[in-house]
Structures are given as structure tokens and as C-alpha cells.
């Protein structure tokens, strides 16, 4: 079997064992969130021994190329030397906290420098004990701080930390940032259609911001859908940005309880039933990922390019 060498200890693979798997078992403290290869959070770097290309997907091709690779992702097939992922993090702090609504929280990153991110993107916070977790970026990248929406989740570690202990300047680390699902210039006539649940909401109005600034002259749809309308966050805010954009449109849908200026019935039926036919147009879907799979198919039948919908799945992290 391989043997994993990390901090000067080794450690045997079991067959069919991936990495970061290996290490937990024997004890090492390694940053994990969703174990699914999307956040990225278990990056670690391999100085000897080869790194299958499974484990390199969806990274930068100058991170693949110093040796990074996704511990979660990696089955290793020969010995390996590994390190932590080190120079990747960034110092930041908490600049502030508001309850957006009883289960999310808005959460104002200040980092001690500039990640040159994209609206829409996602960072992961790293805690001084190693505890990691992905959330998407909600404002635009010319802006002092980092705008992040956390939902506190059943028996959530970090979501929990941060709802009930976490004060401002509570220094942190930043990962990132990471995540292809950001508004790209070149084509401002073209309609855009964003949708997503709960805090799905995140990334789609960092992206609807960031074409309303970029001058985007093409109809912006954004569905936000929730069980309940008090789910319904930052409903003021964005009826205020579509009072103040003529080409952005904001529609609040829940499946019970729905009323005046809220849309009842299932997200991707509501969306459906209104754009019935979408040759031509570019789709964002965020959110729960049975849901971002769903519109993901409906939009690519409905009419759009596989090449033109960008998606971000909110994976749940596994609790350690």
C-alpha cells in the first residue's frame, strides 16, 4: 500500500483510500468542508510522488503545477510526500455581523490584502483550529470587505461559531478565491437569468450587481425561491436595486404562502412557465444541488448552451 509521508510521519493508505481520508484516520488535523472536490478547502501539495489527475481537476493550472492537488479527490497510487497547503491563506478579519433573517447571517470580511476576486466567486474561512468551510461572494471586488451569506446548518460547526460566538475582529484566514460562476463582459444585449434557493441568493446578486454595473443593457431576471416567504431575504434591498435598474428584475417565489409580489409553486416551474423558451441566453443556478441540477437540465432544454449555464452547488459539509 502507498505510504503518505506528512510533518515527518507516514502513514499507510488503506485500498481505495483517498488522502485526506488516510490522514483524518490516523489523526492529522487537515481543513476539509465538503469532500466532493468542489470547495477546495483540503488542498494540500505533493513534493515527491505523482498526483492522479482526478485529484487536479478544477484547479488552477499554476496551483496544479506546483503540486496542489484535492486531498478529498486524491486516491494515491504510489508514495507520496505532502505538505500543507502554505502561502495559499490570506490574514483577514470579521468586520461585522448582521442576522439577515432567524437562520442567516451577513457576514463583512476585511483581508489584509486584496484576493482579486470575482462577484460570485466563493473563499473558504479557515479558523485558527483548522475548522474550514466554502461560501460564495456577494458584493463586488472593488469594495473594502467581503460580503459573505452563511445559513446556520443543522449541527454546523463554522455556521454555528459564527452565529453564536463570533464577534467583530475575530481574526481568521481566507482561502481563494475559487469558482468559474461570475458575470464575463462581451455580450451586454444578451438576456441573463439567474435562480437559486436560500443562500444560493449570495453569489446571483453579486453576479446581477456586477452586470448592472458593467453596464449590461440586456433584461436581468433574478429568482430567488424559499419554502416560506420568510425565507425571503433581502427582499428590500433588491426590489430597491430593481427600482433603480431598468433592466434588472427581481422575483420572489416560495412553495407555501406566497401572495402579492410572490410567485407560489416550485422554483423551476415558476421560472419555466415565465421563460418558457431561452435560445440565446446565459443561466446562473445557486443553491441546494438537487435544485441547481434540476434548472441546470430545464435551462439546457429550454434552450441555452451547456457552454452558457454556470452553476455553483452548495455541497453540505460532512460533521467531524
Same mark, same amino acid.
Given at each position: 500500500?502507498?505510504?503518505?509521508?506528512?510533518?515527518?510521519?507516514?502513514?499507510? #493508505?488503506?485500498?481505495?483510500?483517498?488522502?485526506?481520508?488516510?490522514?483524518?484516520?490516523?489523526?492529522?488535523?487537515?481543513?476539509?468542508?465538503?469532500?466532493?472536490?468542489?470547495?477546495?478547502?483540503?488542498?494540500?501539495?505533493?513534493?515527491?510522488?505523482?498526483v492522479p489527475e482526478?485529484?487536479?481537476?478544477?484547479?488552477?493550472?499554476?496551483? #496544479?503545477?506546483?503540486g496542489y492537488f484535492?486531498?478529498?479527490a486524491c486516491k494515491?497510487?504510489?508514495?507520496?510526500?505532502?505538505?500543507?497547503?502554505?502561502?495559499?491563506?490570506?490574514?483577514?478579519?470579521?468586520?461585522?455581523?448582521?442576522?439577515?433573517?432567524?437562520?442567516?447571517?451577513?457576514?463583512?470580511?476585511?483581508?489584509?490584502?486584496?484576493?482579486?476576486?470575482?462577484?460570485?466567486?466563493?473563499?473558504?474561512?479557515?479558523?485558527?483550529?483548522?475548522?474550514?468551510?466554502?461560501?460564495?461572494?456577494?458584493?463586488?471586488?472593488?469594495?473594502?470587505?467581503?460580503?459573505?451569506?452563511?445559513?446556520?446548518?443543522?449541527?454546523?460547526?463554522?455556521?454555528?461559531?459564527?452565529?453564536?460566538?463570533?464577534?467583530?475582529?475575530?481574526?481568521?484566514?481566507?482561502?481563494?478565491?475559487?469558482?468559474?460562476?461570475?458575470?464575463?463582459?462581451?455580450?451586454?444585449?444578451?438576456?441573463?437569468?439567474?435562480?437559486?434557493?436560500?443562500?444560493?441568493?449570495?453569489?446571483?446578486?453579486?453576479?446581477?450587481?456586477?452586470?448592472?454595473?458593467?453596464?449590461?443593457?440586456?433584461?436581468?431576471?433574478?429568482?430567488?425561491?424559499?419554502?416560506?416567504? #420568510?425565507?425571503?431575504?433581502?427582499?428590500?434591498?433588491?426590489?430597491?436595486?430593481?427600482?433603480?435598474?431598468?433592466?434588472?428584475?427581481?422575483?420572489?417565489?416560495?412553495?407555501?404562502?406566497?401572495?402579492?409580489?410572490?410567485?407560489?409553486?416550485?422554483?423551476?416551474?415558476?421560472?419555466?412557465?415565465?421563460?418558457?423558451?431561452?435560445?440565446?441566453?446565459?443561466?446562473?443556478?445557486?443553491?441546494?444541488?438537487?435544485?441547481?441540477?434540476?434548472?441546470?437540465?430545464?435551462?439546457?432544454?429550454?434552450?441555452?448552451?451547456?457552454?452558457?449555464?454556470?452553476?455553483?452547488?452548495?455541497?453540505?459539509?460532512?460533521?467531524?
Amino acid at each position: 500500500m502507498p505510504i503518505l509521508t506528512y510533518a515527518g510521519a507516514a502513514y499507510e #493508505a488503506a485500498p481505495e483510500e483517498t488522502v485526506l481520508d488516510t490522514l483524518l484516520r490516523n489523526g492529522v488535523a487537515v481543513a476539509n468542508s465538503c469532500r466532493a472536490g468542489a470547495c477546495q478547502s483540503c488542498l494540500l501539495r505533493a513534493s515527491q510522488g505523482p498526483v492522479p489527475e482526478a485529484a487536479r481537476r478544477g484547479l488552477k493550472s499554476t496551483l #496544479a503545477e506546483q503540486g496542489y492537488f484535492l486531498s478529498c479527490a486524491c486516491k494515491p497510487e504510489a508514495d507520496m510526500v505532502l505538505e500543507p497547503a502554505g502561502g495559499l491563506e490570506v490574514a483577514a478579519a470579521i468586520e461585522s455581523l448582521e442576522r439577515l433573517s432567524p437562520t442567516v447571517m451577513r457576514v463583512w470580511i476585511r483581508t489584509s490584502e486584496p484576493l482579486g476576486h470575482r462577484a460570485g466567486q466563493y473563499l473558504t474561512l479557515c479558523r485558527p483550529d483548522g475548522l474550514a468551510r466554502s461560501y460564495s461572494i456577494a458584493n463586488l471586488p472593488n469594495e473594502e470587505m467581503i460580503e459573505l451569506h452563511i445559513r446556520r446548518a443543522p449541527l454546523g460547526r463554522m455556521s454555528g461559531w459564527l452565529f453564536d460566538e463570533a464577534r467583530a475582529n475575530d481574526r481568521i484566514m481566507v482561502r481563494g478565491p475559487a469558482g468559474d460562476c461570475f458575470y464575463t463582459a462581451g455580450r451586454p444585449d444578451q438576456p441573463l437569468l439567474l435562480a437559486g434557493t436560500g443562500t444560493g441568493l449570495a453569489p446571483l446578486v453579486g453576479i446581477a450587481k456586477d452586470a448592472i454595473k458593467q453596464g449590461h443593457t440586456g433584461p436581468i431576471h433574478l429568482y430567488h425561491g424559499a419554502l416560506h416567504p #420568510a425565507g425571503l431575504y433581502l427582499r428590500d434591498e433588491l426590489r430597491a436595486l430593481a427600482a433603480a435598474s431598468p433592466h434588472f428584475d427581481y422575483h420572489p417565489t416560495v412553495l407555501e404562502g406566497g401572495g402579492d409580489l410572490i410567485a407560489t409553486g416550485p422554483l423551476d416551474q415558476v421560472v419555466l412557465g415565465a421563460h418558457p423558451k431561452l435560445s440565446g441566453w446565459r443561466g446562473f443556478v445557486c443553491g441546494d444541488p438537487a435544485i441547481v441540477n434540476l434548472l441546470r437540465r430545464k435551462f439546457f432544454l429550454a434552450g441555452i448552451s451547456s457552454r452558457e449555464i454556470f452553476a455553483d452547488a452548495f455541497v453540505e459539509a460532512t460533521v467531524r
